[in-house]
């Protein structure tokens, strides 16, 4: 494939980066090889930190600054406990641009920034687009209903144009994108690039087992569910038996389980008890869960490091944006991103073709 061209916006700009093209911050996968990957593919790519220690952390920051020397991000959580220590760890090893899977703080905002990081939020709502503008971020990442994560049921193409209309500041797209085609649609909405995450764990460069991988690719449009059953929040995960399983399983049946899984990620986590405590606390004050979610939610890191970690295709939850329909291949991080570009420069042009003045 013939070397793509360059599409500069205020991404590019801002990051460093070649093209307006994010990988995302995904806990167990979004790993040193892969983030090493993205970032020498001309993408931004975000190395995901809510599963390691933070001794972890720096050890996985150090490895890809000796893979790659192009700019890249490290996703952190807002309401973790070390967050501040974690901030630390960024300004010391001089990482590019700090992602966050809920609102960071004010203070971590400025302190960030004060040290030239990039400051760049994910949401799912134009009010808390709006909020993090106020607060300082550089850019915001809106993710549709259609991806993997928390943000909501509201789908891409409604909730990006009422976004890029709040806010002055850079809003990248996320949810349902993995082709050259998404990337056009997203800049023609007045985006500055697109995350994508389900396309990037199913290349040749993730870590995650190959069995895994191939049983992605067998799922269809219909192939993901939205459920509660998971963490306790709404979740996008593949329809597994497992999770065809949990959904119908009364909570109360599971709750034994749950606590041992929870138990188990405290222990690999290297969390004291008195910093386990704190994080429930905080995550619950942040959002809303009873108690009987939180139990489950601190369970959810483990049944996700079975299948995408261990390669178990039996017992795992294995999370997944809808767009895992539309993917058929395991391509190269670079081979990837340069098929996005390609695509979207030709659809670009077909349509800038199509104008009569």
Partial sequence: MSTPPKIRTALTELTGVDHPIVQTGMGWVAGPRLVSASAEAGALAILASATMTIEELERAIIE??????????VNLRADAADASARAELLI??????????LAPKRELIDKLKEHGIVVIPSIGAVRHAQKVQEWGADAVMVQGGEGGGHTG??????????????????????GGFHDGRGLAAALAYGAVGVGMGTRFLLTSDSAVPEAIKRRYLEFGLDGTVVTTKADGMPHRLLRTEYVEELESTNRLRTLIPTARRALEFRRISGMSWPQFLTDGLAMKKATGRSWSQ??????????????????DTK????ASGQVVGLID?????????????????THLERA???IIR
Avoid: W, Y
């Avoid at 010391?92 to 899977?101: E, I, Q």
């Avoid at 049921?153 to 996320?174: F, G, K, R, Y």
């Avoid at 017992?315 to 294995?318: E, H, N």
């Fill in 352 to 354: 800038a073709a199509t």
């Fill in 92 to 101: 010391r090893h001089d990482v590019a641009v700090a992602s966050f899977a």
């Fill in 315 to 318: 017992a795992g939850m294995l």
């Fill in 294 to 311: 939180m139990a489950v939610a601190a369970n959810t890191p483990m049944l996700l490091k079975a299948g995408l970690v261990d390669g």
């Fill in 329 to 345: 291949d395991l391509p190269s991080c670079q081979e990837l991103v340069d098929r996005v570009i390609n695509d979207a420069v």
């Fill in 64 to 73: 890809v600054k000796g893979r790659t020397e192009r700019p890249f991000g």
């Fill in 153 to 174: 049921a509201v789908p891409t193409s409604i909730l990006l144009p009422s976004v890029v209309s709040a806010v002055d500041i850079p809003v990248i797209a996320a």
